[in-house]
């Protein structure tokens, strides 16, 4: 049988890993200096914690997983005749991959309120699954990297995950515009063109704006059964580029006011960092999961042709649908992945990161073999990354394996290096070799 595996996942080779391991620690780095700390939940939840919290998009796009043992044995035999697959999931399946990792974490939130001091602000870097169709930078299996805090209305929260984007991507070398919008702002837009009882078909209508166009967000509000009327109002609305288009607009939408005021005290918080990327009001940007109630947020990259690599948002009572009332919460999502792609498509990765091991020992035989293990043991004792080819084969094997996997340096042993009780040092950019002891070596790959 030929080896494959699941679309919309993918191997990473020692080099893509290594890539990977530099975007989370250098997110990783950023979320502690803001004073976030780490939690990890399983990668299976309740069908019932996952199910309507992402709207019908969502709620199709999760993985469940069959019931243990014979999953058909308790099967609603009425939905399994009918084929009603929608019908049948409850009676066999109980469980689901985590679709994201900000409503595990309202979970987590109220199942843990007790140990917990509030405001809490977290972060968490796993993998989702979604059974999305796969394409350029939609994956089914991707790492989310997470930052919320719960248990308060502040805004100031708002500008300093703003500016937790901003460091991140300064640090990865990779310009960005990072949008920003209010689902309130939203509800005024629906206010103002009368249907409010539809604002969410108007929502996730114009979440696809990027995707299908204005001709496309047309038929798609028509299909929706909202007027051409109405969909006039909303497409004026939407080319609105400051918070003062909005003003007169909103006449006496209440709540579309109050979004205008709640970007206004976000930017009074905001405005007293220095950005290095774009800091952009869209009134288009929607995003397109229910459980967001206040400001949103998205980021794309400039320069290159992907999606949106990370977004987030204002959830008012996520918490409420497991029972805990009234805690508000914020937070934002990099796209993993996404950035992965990003960085490689622009060439953005520092060169050392191709390098792990810096340092590989060679040797001629059983004797320089064993004195170059000793010099090995030294050297890791010191912090020094290095190998040692596993057998004093011929010189000319030895160095190819050392160009292919790029090492630094190649310290030769022979008989001479051993009663001199140093190595030949060879620098593999250069070619330059000279005899050093293991602190000169030690003082010369450290400072490399």
């Given at each position: 049988?030929?080896?494959?595996?699941?679309?919309?996942?993918?191997?990473?080779?020692?080099?893509?890993?290594?890539?990977?391991?530099?975007?989370?620690?250098?997110?990783?780095?950023?979320?502690?200096?803001?004073?976030?700390?780490?939690?990890?939940?399983?990668?299976?939840?309740?069908?019932?914690?996952?199910?309507?919290?992402?709207?019908?998009?969502?709620?199709?796009?999760?993985?469940?997983?069959?019931?243990?043992?014979?999953?058909?044995?308790?099967?609603?035999?009425?939905?399994?005749?009918?084929?009603?697959?929608?019908?049948?999931?409850?009676?066999?399946?109980?469980?689901?991959?985590?679709?994201?990792?900000?409503?595990?974490?309202?979970?987590?939130?109220?199942?843990?309120?007790q140990n917990l001091q509030f405001?809490?602000?977290?972060?968490?870097?796993?993998?989702?699954?979604?059974?999305?169709?796969?394409?350029?930078?939609?994956?089914?299996?991707?790492?989310?990297?997470?930052?919320?805090?719960?248990?308060?209305?502040?805004?100031?929260?708002?500008?300093?995950?703003?500016?937790?984007?901003?460091?991140?991507?300064?640090?990865?070398?990779?310009?960005?515009?990072?949008?920003?919008?209010?689902?309130?702002?939203?509800?005024?837009?629906?206010?103002?063109?009368?249907?409010?009882?539809k604002f969410v078909d108007m929502?996730?209508?114009?979440?696809?704006?990027?995707?299908?166009?204005?001709?496309?967000?047309?038929?798609?509000?028509?299909?929706?059964?909202?007027?051409?009327?109405?969909?006039?109002?909303?497409?004026?609305?939407?080319?609105?580029?400051?918070?003062?288009?909005?003003?007169?607009?909103?006449?006496?939408?209440?709540?579309?006011?109050?979004?205008?005021?709640?970007?206004?005290?976000?930017?009074?918080?905001?405005?007293?960092?220095?950005?290095?990327?774009?800091?952009?009001?869209?009134?288009?940007?929607?995003?397109?999961?229910?459980?967001?109630?206040?400001?949103?947020?998205?980021?794309?990259?400039?320069?290159?042709?992907?999606?949106?690599?990370?977004?987030?948002?204002?959830?008012?009572?996520?918490?409420?649908?497991?029972?805990?009332?009234?805690?508000?919460?914020?937070?934002?999502?990099?796209?993993?992945?996404?950035?992965?792609?990003?960085?490689?498509?622009?060439?953005?990765?520092?060169?050392?990161?191709?390098?792990?091991?810096?340092?590989?020992?060679?040797?001629?035989?059983?004797?320089?073999?064993?004195?170059?293990?000793?010099?090995?043991?030294?050297?890791?004792?010191?912090?020094?990354?290095?190998?040692?080819?596993?057998?004093?084969?011929?010189?000319?094997?030895?160095?190819?394996?050392?160009?292919?996997?790029?090492?630094?340096?190649?310290?030769?042993?022979?008989?001479?290096?051993?009663?001199?009780?140093?190595?030949?040092?060879?620098?593999?950019?250069?070619?330059?070799?000279?005899?050093?002891?293991?602190?000169?070596?030690?003082?010369?790959?450290?400072?490399?």
């Amino acid at each position: 049988m030929k080896p494959g595996i699941p679309k919309g996942t993918r191997d990473f080779l020692p080099l893509q890993v290594l890539k990977r391991k530099y975007i989370f620690q250098t997110i990783e780095s950023v979320f502690q200096t803001y004073g976030y700390i780490p939690i990890e939940t399983p990668a299976l939840e309740k069908l019932s914690t996952l199910t309507g919290k992402y709207g019908e998009e969502g709620d199709r796009l999760l993985f469940k997983i069959l019931n243990n043992g014979d999953f058909l044995a308790k099967a609603n035999e009425e939905a399994l005749s009918e084929k009603n697959s929608q019908k049948l999931t409850a009676s066999i399946s109980k469980r689901g991959l985590r679709y994201d990792l900000t409503v595990p974490f309202a979970r987590y939130v109220v199942m843990h309120q007790q140990n917990l001091q509030f405001p809490f602000k977290r972060y968490q870097i796993q993998p989702v699954w979604r059974a999305d169709r796969p394409q350029k930078g939609r994956y089914q299996e991707f790492y989310q990297c997470d930052v919320d805090v719960v248990g308060s209305d502040s805004l100031m929260y708002e500008a300093e995950l703003m500016k937790i984007y901003d460091d991140v991507f300064e640090k990865l070398n990779l310009p960005v515009d990072i949008k920003i919008n209010n689902r309130k702002v939203l509800y005024g837009i629906a206010e103002a063109a009368g249907i409010e009882d539809k604002f969410v078909d108007m929502t996730v209508s114009i979440d696809k704006l990027d995707k299908i166009g204005k001709d496309g967000v047309v038929q798609e509000l028509a299909n929706r059964d909202i007027s051409s009327s109405s969909t006039e109002t909303i497409l004026t609305l939407l080319e609105a580029r400051s918070l003062s288009d909005l003003d007169a607009a909103f006449g006496t939408c209440e709540t579309g006011k109050v979004g205008l005021q709640e970007l206004r005290d976000f930017h009074s918080f905001a405005d007293l960092s220095t950005f290095t990327n774009k800091l952009t009001f869209d009134v288009s940007l929607a995003r397109g999961l229910n459980y967001y109630t206040g400001c949103i947020f998205e980021v794309k990259a400039l320069n290159v042709d992907m999606g949106s690599i990370a977004g987030g948002g204002r959830y008012d009572d996520l918490t409420g649908s497991f029972g805990m009332k009234n805690v508000s919460g914020v937070g934002i999502s990099f796209g993993a992945a996404r950035i992965f792609d990003v960085l490689e498509e622009l060439d953005l990765y520092p060169k050392e990161i191709s390098q792990h091991s810096k340092l590989l020992l060679v040797s001629f035989d059983e004797k320089t073999h064993q004195f170059a293990y000793a010099q090995a043991v030294e050297l890791r004792k010191q912090s020094i990354s290095c190998e040692i080819y596993p057998e004093p084969v011929k010189m000319k094997k030895q160095m190819k394996y050392a160009n292919d996997r790029g090492f630094s340096f190649v310290g030769i042993i022979g008989e001479e290096e051993i009663a001199n009780n140093k190595i030949m040092l060879k620098n593999m950019e250069t070619g330059e070799q000279q005899q050093l002891t293991l602190a000169e070596i030690i003082n010369t790959i450290t400072n490399e």
